[in-house]
């Protein structure tokens, strides 16, 4: 079965800094979608950033990138340039792209950003 | 347009009574689940719909816990004789398909305390 494994329960950065947060998942699988979602204090949670893994170039939205390392199984998301508003829980998440695979979303356990002004 | 909708935001009900959570999904989406939060975890899938297809009950953590989803659109998650250990977050989602790179848009929760 797969796992999905968010190391860092809390991070902290000064605003306009860049903070990476960790991401690591265990799969037999080889075709596979990776996801970051923010939570923020409202609850509702928001696609920040997919990455297919049969892409090699790492997926790019504005201020959020992704160090995606397929082999270490390692799946980083970088926020550049911190705003107070992306200060919010952080989850990433894993689905097998495999359509005998179960489709369900497998998600890490979280790490709180924090963002010092 | 409108997103998901959830209500009531906020339960807090007394142990061994009946609770209902009711979702709106954004209209269209085929695709609708249930997931519970608890604190500091995160997400449990509970069930899933897809169209008129039988739904995917297989996250359902008890036969005290169910859900329908009436006409393909409105969805109710119910439990009954609930527990303390029932205390969560639970949230609702919806994507257009069913297909794997589709974007599940969640909906606010509803926060539920069993005391």
């Known amino acids: 079965a797969q796992t999905v494994t968010q190391s860092q329960p809390e991070m902290s950065v000064q605003e306009a800094e860049t903070v990476t947060l960790s991401c690591t998942y265990d799969t037999s699988e080889s075709d596979y979608y990776l996801f970051w979602y923010k939570q923020p204090p409202s609850r509702q949670m928001i696609l920040v950033i997919r990455?297919?893994?049969?892409k090699q170039q790492n997926a790019t939205e504005n201020r959020f990138s992704v160090n995606f390392q397929k082999a270490a199984k390692s799946f980083s998301l970088k926020i550049s340039d911190s705003q107070l508003g992306d200060a919010a829980m952080y989850f990433c998440?894993?689905?097998?792209?495999?359509?005998?695979?179960?489709?369900?979303?497998?998600w890490g356990a979280g790490t709180k950003l924090i963002i010092k002004p | 347009g409108a997103g998901v909708s959830q209500s009531p935001s906020n339960k807090v009900t007394e142990k061994g009574k009946d609770v209902e959570l009711r979702c709106d999904p954004i209209?269209?989406?085929?695709?609708l689940y249930w997931y519970r939060q608890s604190l500091g975890q995160g997400l449990e899938f509970l069930i899933y719909f897809q169209g008129n297809s039988a739904p995917d009950k297989s996250g359902l953590p008890s036969d005290r816990f169910s859900a329908e989803r009436t006409g393909g659109s409105v969805s109710t998650l119910t439990i009954q004789r609930t527990q303390q250990e029932d205390s969560a977050v639970y949230l609702c989602?919806?994507?257009?398909?069913?297909?794997?790179?589709?974007?599940?848009?969640f909906g606010p929760g509803t926060r539920l305390l069993v005391l």
């Open positions: 998440a894993y689905r097998s792209r495999n359509m005998d695979s179960n489709y369900q979303l497998i």
């Open positions: 990455q297919e893994a049969y």
């Open positions: 209209s269209g989406h085929t695709a």
């Open positions: 989602a919806s994507s257009l398909s069913m297909g794997r790179a589709e974007t599940q848009y």
